[in-house]
């Protein structure tokens, strides 16, 4: 059952694809340049993207020129990257999960993955990656996280009360979560990576009432929730922002591991 949650969840992106490409965030230009210098990639290395999503994180890649493979599960989602990156030659996309994915071992450059590696189980991925990547091949693993609670911000008290209120088992977003790093940092180790990296990136967003409830429709537990809780709580976080002058400002915080095999 659980197997089948998890699935559904990865699959809610699948959904609504153009707001889902609109709203996400795309990743800031230095992180790009970290993950090239470590890894070296250049015209013609072979890379694989695990869960691209709309590609936000993609186009610096097949600038380089370098010859990428995309894994996406969601149909709909592989469908809309093949129009919108039909321009290049050097990327293809192979509509499965990552799972099932095959491609013959120690052939890939750079394996890399964002905001979507969690996705799959530690068991499997890691070692599917290690398999498929060459010798002193790299892994970049990186999250974005979006962060809109700062206690000396009354907007965004307002907010996390709000959150709360309809949804009171979730978790407090940290944003410096040094526990989470440490752990994914030991988890790459455990799997015999070496030379691990890690990095922190951050970066400010700006939205209205409507937008924002956008982006909101974009995150798949959001998505999960009983239409008439989900309307409520719209209604209210919009109610704040326009009290609030129609602005919000997201701070996302985004680590970056780099790995080689």
Not at 2 to 16: A, C, W
Not at 122 to 151: C, H, M
Not at 213 to 220: K, R
Request: proline residues 2%; aromatic residues 14%; contains cysteine.
């Amino acid at each position: 059952m659980d197997g089948d949650i998890i699935l559904d969840k990865r699959l809610s992106f699948n959904e609504d694809v153009e707001n889902y490409d609109k709203w996400r965030p795309i990743y800031c230009n230095e992180l790009f340049y970290d993950i090239m210098e470590y890894s070296q990639v250049e015209y013609g290395k072979k890379v694989i993207e695990v869960g691209i999503g709309t590609g936000q994180a993609t186009k610096p890649f097949l600038d380089k020129g370098c010859t990428l493979k995309a894994v996406e599960l969601g149909k709909e989602l592989a469908n809309y990257l093949k129009l919108k990156f039909g321009e290049y030659g050097n990327f293809t996309v192979c509509n499965t999960a990552f799972e099932t994915f095959e491609c013959p071992d120690d052939s890939i450059d750079l394996i890399y993955s964002a905001t979507a590696f969690h996705w799959i189980k530690s068991e499997i991925g890691y070692p599917k990656v290690s398999k498929f990547l060459k010798q002193d091949g790299t892994l970049a693993l990186f999250w974005n996280r979006p962060f809109v609670s700062k206690d000396n911000d009354l907007l965004h008290q307002k907010i996390q009360g709000i959150y709360q209120k309809y949804r009171p088992t979730n978790t407090k977003i940290i944003e410096i979560d040094t526990e989470r790093y440490n752990k994914r940092f030991k988890t790459i180790h455990s799997y015999g990576f070496k030379d691990i990296e890690f990095k922190l990136y951050h970066l400010t967003r700006t939205f209205s009432s409507d937008d924002y409830i956008a982006l909101l429709n974009t995150y798949s537990d959001h998505r999960s929730m009983s239409s008439n809780t989900k309307k409520m709580l719209e209604d209210e976080i919009k109610g704040a922002i326009i009290e609030f002058g129609d602005v919000l400002n997201v701070f996302d915080t985004i680590d970056l591991y780099l790995a080689k095999k």
